[in-house]
């Protein structure tokens, strides 16, 4: 379908020259460029949706760079997962975001199946394994903070729940399609004996995030000494299961004061990712 048309009569004009500065530039650093997501979805529908994302074929971080110069902007990247955000301000002074993906090529064992947790863990250092959290939002925010604070990839147990399904998608701002994640093993009864042991003969020491009396401290520089740590969290409420922490190499908690005893899962998760990032 020529879309020529729709441009012309359902976008305003500072959307129209974004889209044709995007187009110039892939075309002067031989980079083919493509608008994605939800707003090619709404202008077929022809719903408003002016929140523009690129992939680009190429080197999608050095196109960001180029774009921003053209804005006027700034950029972020996150060189790991070959993605970036322009940000900048249009001629009425409001903020825009542009986000910019690398398309990329990779092979799976067969359609849409997910990486093996031993190409995930190759080159790794710092891994969060998820034992089953059944909220999609904590999932959600935990992925999101993975991507934010230096994880390399997350595994998830049989029984937690799906990253991608619909709210967890939408919750982590689609962290869930960048952060490189698989499961530890497709039963129930291959966590975590057999999970742990995978783990362990891929070179990790396991962190178990517990509160427990002979738990270490977060801070404590031993973690952070670790060449390859997998951080585990537990399910809301029970936390992790008892057999877990008796399998793992550490047990962690985050000092806390003024009578607290715990924080959710997710905000958990954040500490510690932040605290044992590899240094």
Not at 170 to 180: C, I, K
Request: charged content about 25%; glycine content about 6%; proline content about 4%.
């Amino acid at each position: 379908r020529n879309v020529a048309k729709l441009l012309r009569d359902r976008l305003p004009a500072r959307v129209r020259h974004l889209l044709e500065l995007a187009g110039r530039l892939g075309q002067r650093l031989n980079m083919p460029v493509y608008v994605v997501g939800g707003f090619v979805r709404d202008l077929l529908l022809d719903r408003p949706n002016h929140d523009v994302d690129f992939v680009v074929e190429g080197e999608g971080v050095a196109f960001a760079r180029a774009l921003a110069a053209e804005l006027g902007g700034r950029v972020r990247e996150h060189r790991k997962f070959l993605t970036s955000m322009v940000i900048y301000h249009d001629e009425d002074g409001l903020e825009q975001r542009i986000d910019v993906a690398t398309a990329r090529l990779e092979y799976y064992e067969s359609p849409a199946a997910l990486p093996t947790v031993e190409q995930l863990c190759a080159g790794a250092k710092r891994l969060a394994v998820l034992e089953n959290i059944v909220d999609s939002t904590n999932v959600a925010a935990i992925f999101r903070s993975a991507a934010a604070l230096h994880m390399d990839g997350v595994l998830v147990t049989p029984s937690c729940c799906d990253p991608l399904c619909r709210r967890a998608v939408r919750v982590s701002m689609g962290t869930v399609f960048q952060v490189p994640w698989a499961r530890l093993g497709e039963k129930n009864t291959e966590w975590p004996a057999a999970g742990m042991d995978r783990l362990h003969k891929l070179g990790f020491k396991t962190a178990a995030m517990a509160l427990d009396d002979r738990a270490v401290s977060v801070e404590d520089p031993v973690l952070q000494a670790e060449d390859k740590l997998a951080i585990v969290l537990g399910t809301e409420g029970d936390g992790l299961a008892a057999n877990t922490i008796a399998r793992c190499d550490y047990t962690v908690m985050i000092p806390m004061q003024h009578g607290v005893d715990s924080l959710n899962v997710a905000a958990a998760s954040a500490v510690a990712f932040w605290q044992l990032r590899a240094k």
